[in-house]
T-cell receptor, first 111, second 113 residues
Framework: EDKVVQSPLSLVVHEGDTVTLNCSYEVTNFRSLLWYKQEKKAPTFLFML????IEKKSGRLSSILDKKELFSILNITATQTGDSAIYLCAAGGSSGDKLTFGTGTRLAVRP | DSGVTQTPKHLITATGQRVTLRCSPRSGDLSVYWYQQSLDQGLQFLIQ???????AKGNILERFSAQQFPDLHSELNLSSLELGDSALYFCASSPRDRAYGYTFGSGTRLTVV
């Protein structure tokens, strides 16, 4: 059965700190690793990674995938209170088109 | 607005009842996915439809069923409701029969009392 595990489960930091969120996966015929941010309701797409070692960046957020070790990290630099959210990692394989999600990392950024 | 519309936003119903959740995908998207998010649990995949046909099935209970209509909107039917069915139900859509970067609706919060 496909599995995605995220750590830590929750994190409290102060504005300006840098955080690293972890995601490991076991997915049959892995195709892609995705990161989503969930604030009040709908998860919103952040990144999709398919190749090892290629960093994707969007502003203060960046992510990288290691297909050999089966994990990904999401980095957020110079955190702001608006970064407070649940960050979800999901992996897609060949079993249909579904994504398998981790339980998320709840990030709280204090002023 | 993500372009994926879910109705209703909130639903409170009693145990044993049946409800229908509705999803209109983003314009042009052919795939619709249903996910359940319970407290302290990640998003659990229920079922996917592509252009009217069932494409993939997750751990969907027999009491639950779904369909996608010719206009591509989808409905998720939940019957014989139990307290444990209380959750956020999300619909997502994507333009192809691949899950890459699909777009979520704002969800329906179901409370079974």
């Amino acid at each position: 059965e496909d599995k995605v595990v995220q750590s830590p489960l929750s994190l409290v930091v102060h504005e300006g700190d840098t955080v690293t969120l972890n995601c490991s996966y076991e997915v049959t015929n892995f195709r892609s690793l995705l990161w989503y941010k969930q604030e009040k309701k709908a998860p919103t797409f952040l990144f999709m990674l398919t190749s090892s070692g290629i960093e994707k960046k969007s502003g203060r957020l960046s992510s990288i995938l290691d297909k050999k070790e089966l994990f990904s990290i999401l980095n957020i630099t110079a955190t702001q209170t608006g970064d407070s959210a649940i960050y979800l990692c999901a992996a897609g394989g060949s079993s249909g088109d579904k994504l398998t999600f981790g339980t998320g990392t709840r990030l709280a950024v204090r002023p | 607005d993500s372009g994926v519309t879910q109705t209703p936003k909130h639903l409170i119903t009693a145990t044993g009842q049946r409800v229908t959740l509705r999803c209109s995908p983003r314009s042009g998207d052919l795939s619709v996915y249903w996910y359940q998010q319970s407290l302290d649990q990640g998003l659990q995949f229920l079922i996917q439809y592509y252009n009217g046909e069932e494409r993939a099935k997750g751990n969907i209970l027999e009491r639950f069923s779904a369909q996608q209509f010719p206009d591509l909107h989808s409905e998720l039917n939940l019957s014989s409701l139990e307290l444990g069915d209380s959750a956020l139900y999300f619909c997502a859509s994507s333009p192809r029969d691949r899950a890459y970067g699909y777009t979520f609706g704002s969800g329906t919060r179901l409370t079974v009392v």
